[in-house]
């Protein structure tokens, strides 16, 4: 994963870097990562920090900053957000320096399908969606920034309305897999699982780049 700052040519450098670059979420960088390894892209990932969905007013912001940095300095760029919360604020953003980004509302919809997602929220709308990195990252990421470290006795106020988590996988393993059990048990409800793959990230990602 690129550090942000190292990677960008010193001011006033008028530099023109040939290749594209990606400014993703923190919580997709590591899958970005793979897939422009995989098919041997040259593609410069810059991360934001994944704890940004909590004040989604911010990621605008952080986002434009980047693309302040780097604008004229790569052939092509691309933003790895769906709205993400911003209420097209997002969006605001990216027309004014003219970049695209991932489709959809959030990540799940980019990793499971936006119908899908969808159909999954009708038959039951108290489910709490979990992903690979959330599974991994759930007690830093959600207990400690609820405080339920510290309140635990606050979790069923917090998590009074779901029903069910649901992981959609990426790349399963019995690691994961007990995780992704491990962050279920934490809110007190029940897993299931199903494996939605990164083709869909993998396509919206080329769809970027082109």
């Known amino acids: 994963m690129t550090s942000l700052w190292n990677a960008l ?18 919580a997709l960088s ?7 390894a995989n098919r ?10 994944s704890l940004l969905h909590n004040s989604p007013k911010e990621i605008s912001i ?12 790569f052939e092509k760029i691309g933003v790895a957000y769906s709205d993400c919360g911003t209420y ?8 004014r320096y003219g970049v695209f980004r991932l489709g959809g509302n959030h990540c799940y919809d980019v990793f499971a399908g936006k119908n899908e997602i969808a ?10 969606l979990l992903t690979d990195f959330l599974a991994r990252t759930f007690y830093q990421n959600v207990i400690v920034q609820l405080g339920l470290d510290r309140y635990p006795e606050l979790r069923d106020d917090y998590f009074k309305n779901y029903s069910q988590v649901l992981w959609l996988s990426q790349n399963p393993s019995l690691e994961l897999e ?11 409800l029940p897993l299931t699982s199903i494996l939605v793959g990164e ?12």
Not at 30 to 36: A, Q
Not at 199 to 210: A, G, M, P, S, W
């Open 178 to 188: 007990e995780l992704a059990q491990n962050a279920a048990a934490l809110i007190g």
């Open 119 to 128: 159909d999954i929220m009708k038959k039951d709308a108290g489910t709490y």
């Open 62 to 73: 952080e986002v434009e900053k980047v693309l302040a940095e780097i604008q004229g300095k």
């Open 199 to 210: 083709e869909n990230l993998e396509r919206e990602i080329l769809t970027l780049l082109d």
């Open 9 to 26: 040519p010193s001011p006033g450098s008028s530099i023109r870097i040939a290749g594209r670059a990606i400014i993703s979420c923190g």
């Open 30 to 36: 590591f899958h970005i990562e793979k897939i422009v």
């Open 88 to 95: 097209g604020a997002l969006d605001e953003v990216l027309v």
């Open 40 to 49: 041997g892209m040259a593609v410069q990932v810059f991360s934001l920090p």
